[in-house]
Each structure stands twice: as structure tokens, then as C-alpha cells.
């Protein structure tokens, strides 16, 4: 039997310049986390949040063109809809 163990991830130093409003937010808002533990959550909160409203854009695109008289387009539509409620 194989076991694996799971490894932390991987972090990179890198340098970004932060207006000092957005760094004084940070400082506020970071509780007993790190500085960079907050920028971290703050860019992945950011990055699904950007993720999910391209997918939105997506959506309407593609239901953009369906016709509003036709009641199956209309129900999948709506099916579309609460599934990816769900998955949120």
C-alpha cells in the first residue's frame, strides 16, 4: 500500500507595490493572521469572485439569443440557473 502525504504549498516571495490606503485596510482588517496571509485570502476571494462573474457573462451570452416564447429554452434555463445556485 502507497501512502502519500500531503505537502504545504508551495509559497514564492514576490514584490508588489499596494496603494497605502489598501495596505492600511489590510493592516485593519488581518485579525491575528499575517499581512500576507490576508493579501493571500483577499486575492483568492477576488479571483473567484471574478471566476464566477465571467461565468455569469457567459450565461447570459449564451441565453441571450434564446427566444422568449419557447417554454423548453425558457425551462432549461431555469434548471441552469438553480443548479449553479446549488453550487455555490
Do not use: C, W
Request: proline share 2%; glycine share 2%.
Amino acid at each position: 500500500m502507497v501512502t502519500t502525504t500531503m505537502s504545504p504549498p508551495v509559497r514564492k516571495n514576490r514584490s508588489f507595490s499596494l496603494d497605502a490606503d489598501v495596505l492600511d485596510q489590510v493592516e485593519r482588517t488581518k485579525g491575528s493572521s499575517s499581512t500576507s496571509e490576508r493579501v493571500n485570502q483577499l486575492l483568492k476571494y477576488a479571483l473567484a469572485m471574478e471566476h464566477r462573474a465571467r461565468v455569469d457573462r457567459e450565461i447570459m451570452d449564451f441565453f441571450a439569443d434564446a427566444s422568449e416564447d419557447r417554454k423548453e429554452r425558457r425551462a432549461f434555463q431555469t434548471a441552469a440557473f438553480k443548479s449553479l445556485a446549488r453550487e455555490e
